[in-house]
C-alpha cells in the first residue's frame, strides 16, 4: 500500500513532503490536497509523469491537466500574455478557486497533452499544497479519481479511486466545503485567451466555487461572453 501522511502531524508532514517531493523527482505521482479537493499531481514538465497522470485517471490526452502554481509571479513565466482583466481576477482570487487558461510560453519544454498552446493556471489556498509547490515548482495536477467518478474530498476517497498507481498520500482532512449538505464544486475555470485580442471577452467554462457574478464584477459585463 502505498504511503499515507496526516498533515496534521508535525513529524509526519515532514516526512510525507519530503517523500512527496522525492517521488516527484523520480516522475511518480502523490496526491496532494487543495482548497477545493483532492488532487493526482505529476511534474509538469515530465512528460512520461504527465501521461501517467492522464493514465491513472482514465483519461486521453485531449482533456490536458491543469498546472498548481505557488505564487502570482509564477503566471508570468508560464504564461505568453496575461492581460489585465487576468491580472485583476488573480488578484481578487489568487490563492483560490480560480483556474484560468492562458497562451501559453511557447519556450517552454512541456507535454500536458492537446492543449492547442494553452496552459490552465491555478494558484491553490491549501498550507500543504503552497509549501510543496514552492519546493517542485509547477505541478500538472487533476482531480484525484478516475474520469467520470466523483471528486475526492477526502485522503481516503482518492485513496479508494487510485490506489498503488500514487506514491505518496498527503492526508490533510476533508477539504472544500459544503453548501444543502452537499460538496462544493471543484474550482470555476475561465478561458482568457480571447482578452489578447482587443475585442476578445472571458469565457467562463466550468461553473464552480466562484460564481459568475463575482467574475462579472471584476472583469467587467462587455469584457465576458
Same mark, same amino acid.
Given at each position: 500500500?502505498?504511503p499515507e501522511f496526516d498533515c496534521s502531524d508535525s513529524t509526519e508532514l515532514l516526512t510525507g513532503m519530503r517523500l512527496a517531493r522525492a517521488a516527484i523527482g523520480r516522475g511518480e505521482l502523490i496526491?496532494?490536497?487543495?482548497?477545493?479537493?483532492?488532487?493526482?499531481?505529476?511534474?509538469?514538465?515530465?512528460?512520461?509523469?504527465?501521461?501517467?497522470?492522464?493514465?491513472?485517471?482514465?483519461?486521453?490526452?485531449?482533456?490536458?491537466?491543469?498546472?498548481?502554481?505557488?505564487?502570482?509571479?509564477?503566471?508570468?513565466?508560464?504564461?505568453?500574455?496575461?492581460?489585465?482583466?487576468?491580472?485583476?481576477?488573480?488578484?481578487?482570487?489568487?490563492?483560490?478557486?480560480?483556474?484560468?487558461?492562458?497562451?501559453?510560453?511557447?519556450?517552454?519544454?512541456?507535454?500536458?497533452?492537446?492543449?492547442?498552446?494553452?496552459?490552465?493556471?491555478?494558484?491553490?489556498?491549501?498550507?500543504?499544497?503552497? $509549501?510543496?509547490?514552492?519546493?517542485?515548482?509547477?505541478?500538472?495536477?487533476?482531480?484525484?479519481?478516475?474520469?467520470?467518478?466523483?471528486?475526492?474530498?477526502?485522503?481516503?476517497?482518492?485513496?479508494?479511486?487510485?490506489? $498503488?498507481?500514487?506514491?505518496?498520500?498527503?492526508?490533510?482532512?476533508?477539504?472544500?466545503?459544503?453548501?444543502?449538505?452537499?460538496?462544493?464544486?471543484?474550482?470555476?475555470?475561465?478561458?482568457?485567451?480571447?482578452?489578447?485580442?482587443?475585442?476578445?471577452?472571458?469565457?467562463?467554462?466550468?461553473?464552480?466555487?466562484?460564481?459568475?457574478?463575482?467574475?462579472?464584477?471584476?472583469?467587467?459585463?462587455?469584457?465576458? $461572453?
Amino acid at each position: 500500500m502505498a504511503p499515507e501522511f496526516d498533515c496534521s502531524d508535525s513529524t509526519e508532514l515532514l516526512t510525507g513532503m519530503r517523500l512527496a517531493r522525492a517521488a516527484i523527482g523520480r516522475g511518480e505521482l502523490i496526491v496532494i490536497p487543495t482548497d477545493t479537493v483532492y488532487g493526482v499531481a505529476a511534474d509538469a514538465f515530465s512528460p512520461s509523469a504527465v501521461q501517467a497522470l492522464l493514465d491513472a485517471k482514465g483519461r486521453g490526452r485531449t482533456s490536458p491537466p491543469p498546472v498548481l502554481v505557488p505564487s502570482v509571479a509564477t503566471l508570468d513565466a508560464l504564461a505568453e500574455n496575461v492581460p489585465a482583466e487576468v491580472r485583476a481576477l488573480v488578484e481578487a482570487f489568487w490563492p483560490g478557486g480560480l483556474t484560468v487558461i492562458l497562451p501559453a510560453r511557447s519556450s517552454l519544454a512541456w507535454d500536458l497533452g492537446e492543449t492547442n498552446g494553452t496552459v490552465a493556471l491555478r494558484m491553490p489556498a491549501n498550507r500543504v499544497a503552497l $509549501e510543496l509547490l514552492e519546493d517542485t515548482g509547477p505541478l500538472a495536477v487533476s482531480s484525484a479519481n478516475r474520469t467520470g467518478e466523483p471528486a475526492a474530498s477526502t485522503a481516503d476517497e482518492a485513496i479508494a479511486a487510485l490506489g $498503488e498507481s500514487i506514491a505518496v498520500y498527503l492526508n490533510d482532512g476533508r477539504v472544500g466545503a459544503e453548501h444543502d449538505g452537499a460538496p462544493d464544486p471543484g474550482s470555476t475555470i475561465v478561458d482568457a485567451t480571447g482578452l489578447v485580442r482587443p475585442d476578445g471577452k472571458l469565457r467562463i467554462v466550468r461553473h464552480g466555487v466562484i460564481s459568475d457574478q463575482a467574475i462579472i464584477d471584476v472583469v467587467g459585463a462587455d469584457r465576458c $461572453e
